[in-house]
């Protein structure tokens, strides 16, 4: 997802264009070379790529209305997607696709994205990433140009600035943050405080408000059975989100990620390269191996020189003792009817207070419902009769006693009517799916005190902390059912 060129012209009616910037990308061009092989048409000059451009946009020949190679009944028309016809050295018919282009007032800004397919048939527009990246860099100097109706003397001078910013948004030709290019940019003259040398890998320094934000987002996966003939499933994975807005080269950031007295070690860490130093008791407990009691319990140090976007700083999996909610769900098949007995308690060691709470119980290959004579102990009941699907609201909160129930029964118009369909969950084969977010907590307990965040740059940063715990893919399967049996531990 990377740009080969980019220019940005100027054209007054009645005059002819000027390229006013362009910048071009040796190595996202030595890609499309190897890509393209003998279909590869390199990228023109400013003085060749002028021409077709401003003719393929109707800009030119105001006295020929008619032009075979853009208006012919031949020609499949793309709005801002182009295929410019090369003459001169690159031969006769060499054309270069796919060209993005956006008139805005007396200047047309313009790409071209990279590739990345194989010769032959041009995959279609929609799914080349490149080209949705394209445009939105596009879209993000247009913002900058010109964004609440700059003058003429004020596009001049963001012109000027162009080279800064794009060092910033689009590094080696492949764009990152394109909004950040509506903020103008300081002249790139400013030197360099220090003498540190700035990094190939990161091309800009942050300049503004410093802040350092700190995010672990836990995801708990389960498959649960009710038989005792079936052992239950559940493994937790991690992640550790980092936004660093701090000033300088090269500033130095340790995160500490801490555990409860009692927490089960982190494993399977996987580490973002900007760490400077870690210790490599950190990266050898894994889940594969037998728990022998002596893997790294904590804390975990992480010291590093953060990028300017924001990044996962690690990865990891964790070995709970208990699922965050344990439920048992009993679907039995009476006359026309299916009797549906559900029951769902929170552990006592997980904090009572969601986001949201939901439990979706589908039923397939028997049409839509007909009548549903059904009771809940707490929440709401919802029924989406053409999805053949029952949704139970918990809320936010589970009662005090943190168990709850539904009970009664369903009947069906019948399975050769509309409803959803798999062909896994037949006959009494079924599933509840859990939906939840708890703020504040993560099952392993990993957490990072934002008081333990040390930075070491010339401002003082706000630090702010969180973490969350999200379910994912948590199903509870009818115990008197067939239900799918893993015959592992649940892996990444």
């Known amino acids: 997802m990377s740009i080969r060129a980019l220019w940005i012209i100027s054209h007054e009616k009645g005059e002819s264009g000027k390229v006013r910037f362009s910048r071009r990308y040796p190595t996202v061009e030595s890609r499309a070379s190897r890509l393209g092989r003998g279909s590869y048409v390199p990228v023109p000059e400013d003085s060749a790529l002028l021409r077709p451009l401003l003719t393929d946009l109707g800009l030119t020949d105001p006295e020929k209305p008619f032009v075979e190679a853009r208006d012919g009944c031949s020609r499949l028309h793309r709005t801002a997607a182009l295929e410019l016809v090369l003459e001169g050295r690159q031969g006769a018919g060499a054309a270069l696709w796919p060209v993005l282009a956006i008139p805005q007032g007396g ?24 080209v949705s990246q394209g445009f939105s860099l596009l879209a993000g100097l247009q913002a900058f140009l010109s964004g609440s109706g700059a003058g003429k003397a004020e596009v001049e001078s963001r012109l ?37 040398k700035q990094p190939a890998w990161k091309p800009g320094v942050h300049r503004g408000r410093a802040l350092v934000s700190v995010a672990v987002s836990e995801q708990v996966r389960s498959m649960q059975y009710g038989n005792r003939a079936r052992t239950d499933l559940w493994d937790v994975y991690g992640t550790v989100t980092c936004k660093c807005d701090l000033e300088g080269v090269l500033p130095t950031v340790t995160v500490t990620l801490s555990l409860p007295p009692n927490g089960s070690p982190l494993q399977d860490i996987l580490a973002h390269p900007c760490i400077s130093s870690l210790d490599s008791s950190l990266l050898t407990a894994s889940s594969v191996d037998e728990s022998d009691g002596s893997a790294f319990s904590g804390p975990y140090k992480f010291p590093f020189s953060p990028p300017l976007e924001p990044f996962h700083l690690c990865f990891y999996t964790s070995q709970v003792p208990v699922p965050p909610i344990l439920g048992s769900y009993q679907l039995r098949e009476e006359g026309s009817q299916l009797k549906i007995t559900v029951n769902l308690k929170l552990h006592e060691s997980v904090r009572n207070g969601f986001e949201y709470c939901e439990a979706h119980l589908p039923f397939f290959n028997r049409g839509q419902f007909t009548n549903t004579d059904l009771r809940v102990t707490s929440g709401q009941l919802e029924v989406a009769r053409e999805k053949s699907l029952l949704v139970w609201v918990l809320g936010q909160k589970f009662p005090k006693s943190r168990e709850v129930s539904l009970g009664g029964s369903v ?9 959803p369909v798999d062909p896994l969950c037949t006959e009494l084969t079924a599933y509840i799916k859990l939906y939840f977010r708890i703020p504040d907590v993560t099952l392993s307990g990993c957490s990072v005190d934002q008081h333990s965040v040390q930075v070491y740059s010339s401002v003082k940063p706000r630090i702010t902390t969180s973490r969350e715990l999200i379910s994912s893919e948590y199903y509870i399967w009818n115990s008197t059912g067939e239900a799918p049996v893993s015959s592992g531990p649940m892996r990444l």
């Open 411 to 419: 009947s069906f118009s019948g399975a050769g009517s509309l409803g």
């Open 160 to 196: 000027a600035l162009l080279p800064a910013a794009l060092m910033q948004a689009c590094p080696l030709g492949t764009p990152l943050e394109t909004p950040q290019l509506c903020q103008p940019l300081p002249p790139p003259t400013v030197s360099l405080a220090g003498s540190q």
């Open 107 to 130: 200047l047309i800004l313009a790409c071209l994205p990279l590739v990345e397919a194989p010769p032959g048939p041009r995959p279609p527009l929609p799914s080349l990433a490149s």
